[in-house]
Every structure is written in C-alpha cells, then in structure tokens.
C-alpha cells in the first residue's frame, strides 16, 4: 500500500489524467441516470406507484396496453372473485379551461377502489402541475367530445403517465369521450398471479414494458448508462496495460528481491481504489447540487439507492479491468525483465 502510494505521488500527472477521466465518466453517468429515473417517473408515475401486484389484459391485445378490452362479464366475475381488485383504463385527451386554453392530460377512469382517485358524475381530479397553469379548484373545464362539463374538485401529487399530467373522471364520463364500454386492464394486488382464463399476467415491471414508448426510451437511456460502465472498465485496463509494460523491468527487479505477485497486484488494486473512491466522492457531489439548480420541469431524479449502486458497479467493473491489464505480471521473469529494462 506504501508503495502505491509513493508511486502515486511520483507519478501525479498520470494518475490525476485517469482520475479526470473517470471523474467525467462518471459524472455523465450519474447526469443520465438521473434523467433516465426522471421519465420514468415522468412517464409512469401513476404504475410505479402502485402497489406490487399483476395486471391483466386481454390475450387478443398482443401485450400491447392500448389494444386491451376487458369483457364486461369477465371483469364483473373477477371483481367478484377477488374484492381488492380493481378495473381501469387510461386513455391521452385534453380540456378546454375557462379561457379556452387547451391542456393535454391522461384520462383515466376505474372501478371503485383506494388505488384511484374517487370521483363522482362531472367531476375530475388533476395531477398538480396543472395547478402551475392556472387551473383552481373549481373551474369548470370542457372536452369536446364530452356533452357535459368538467368541475375541478383537487389536486394530487405525481400523477403522470406519458408524460403528461393525470385527470381522474368518472367511467360514465369516459365511456362517452371515448365511445368505449369496456375497461382495458385488471389490476389484483399480492405477489400469487391467478390464472384468468382469456387474459394475459403481468408484474408491475412488465406492465410498463407494454406501454408505448416506456420501453423505448428506458432501453436506450440503459444502454447509454452501461455503455458508460464497461467504458470507465476499459479505461483502467488500458492505463495500468501501458504503466505495466513500461514498468517490466521494475517489477523483474521486484521479484528477484522475493516479492510475491500478488503484492504487485495489491499495488494496482490500491491504486484503482483510491483513483474511483476520489473520482466517484467527487461526481457524487456534483450530481446532488445538479439535482438542485437542474432547471424547473427537467425529470430528474437521482436516488441515493441508484447512486449507491452506480458507485459499487464502477468499482466492480475498475477492480476487473486493472486486474486483466495485471496477468501479464504473472507471466515476467525476473532475469528477462531485466535486460529488457536495461535495454
């Protein structure tokens, strides 16, 4: 460990390079994911809030959200069978406000239940983003495929879907905006899946992969963030490849005075510890104060949990590269490393 560190001292523009580079990498990684989680959460809000449970849609839909229509029959049946079930469907619109502004939302609607917003014939509850552009308690909104009217009851906190702000309406309201008689999905919480004969299972992490668009974009963000991962791998390899090979001739000298392999692989293993400990306590840092001056309405949202996590693979993936770039030290003899050094 002594000798690690006095390596790093003698050699600081090296080392501060690669920890500049990890420190970047990191960063950026630490930016993506934040902004991955954000909409997710942007995205999805009204699922992942849900409690754990299976959802249920129609066989015929192709998995596809959109395309699922529960029977009427079926659903009364299932609702029977198990009372803490609920039915809903979302569907994306828009209101008019009293100043014939219009706003873009997601409707949904359900059966009785705790899980959802309890709203009567003409009312609706709003997701409070649209409280910021000016809609109170009280309007009166329009739809106009809707006969009625709209009265604004409440707000509620983080309640998105696709992006857009939730608007919780009665089913008969739905039914006549979207000429549709049928919910679109059965939601049973607990962790046993019964099997419902005509309809297809899924957890909560496979319902969301049947919404449009959430699959997508998550994927590509992922790849972006691993990509970033075996990157910041592929660097310490390399780096501690070129430091070996201009260091034969030490590390020949080393052994022949009796030291053991392996401390040479505990040097580069120090090295590489402090080099990320240093770089991720900084990138960590920076990301929180993001968090805090990222614009207003940017999704961002960097849990401790993810970051924790985040840190732990880039050592794992920092421990494996140095280490791969370390095998060709098993393979040096001591008198032929060094003559090659004199040479």
Do not use: C
Request: proline share 2%; aromatic share 12%; hydrophobic share 45%.
């Amino acid at each position: 460990m002594k000798m690690a560190f006095k390596e790093m001292k003698k050699s600081k523009s090296k080392f501060l390079i690669l920890g500049s580079i990890i420190f970047l990498v990191s960063f950026l990684t630490f930016i993506i994911s934040g902004l991955a989680n954000g909409l997710s959460q942007d995205n999805a809000a009204l699922i992942k809030d849900m409690p754990n449970g299976h959802f249920y849609l129609n066989e015929d839909a192709n998995e596809t959200y959109n395309l699922s229509k529960i029977d009427e029959e079926l659903q009364k049946d299932v609702l029977a069978k198990h009372p803490e079930a609920t039915a809903f469907s979302i569907q994306m619109g828009f209101f008019n406000d009293a100043e014939d502004k219009q706003h873009s939302v997601a409707f949904v609607t359900s059966t009785e239940s705790d899980l959802f917003q309890d709203v009567k014939d003409g009312e609706i509850v709003l997701d409070r983003s649209l409280e910021k552009d000016g809609v109170q308690v009280g309007d009166i909104l329009t739809n106009n495929m809707f006969s009625g009217e709209f009265k604004v009851i409440g707000f509620v906190d983080q309640q998105k879907y696709s992006h857009a702000p939730v608007a919780f309406i009665h089913q008969t309201n739905y039914q006549e905006i979207y000429r549709v008689m049928e919910l679109q999905t059965i939601f049973i919480p607990g962790k046993e899946a019964s099997a419902i004969s005509g309809l297809d299972s899924f957890t909560n992490k496979g319902f969301l992969n049947t919404i449009p668009s959430y699959n997508a974009e998550q994927m590509s963000l992922n790849m972006i963030i691993w990509f970033l991962v075996i990157i910041s791998g592929m660097l310490f390899a390399i780096f501690f490849y070129m430091m070996n090979v201009q260091k034969i001739g030490l590390y020949g000298i080393l052994k022949a005075i009796g030291m053991k392999t392996i401390s040479l692989f505990q040097m580069i293993w120090y090295q590489m510890i402090t080099i990320t400990a240093v770089s991720l306590v900084i990138s960590i840092a920076l990301s929180q104060v993001f968090n805090f001056i990222a614009p207003e309405g940017m999704p961002f949202s960097l849990t401790m949990n993810t970051v924790l996590t985040l840190s732990a693979v880039f050592l794992a993936v920092g421990f494996i590269g140095a280490t791969i770039s370390g095998f060709q030290i098993k393979k040096i003899e001591p008198l032929q490393a060094i003559q090659q050094g004199e040479m």
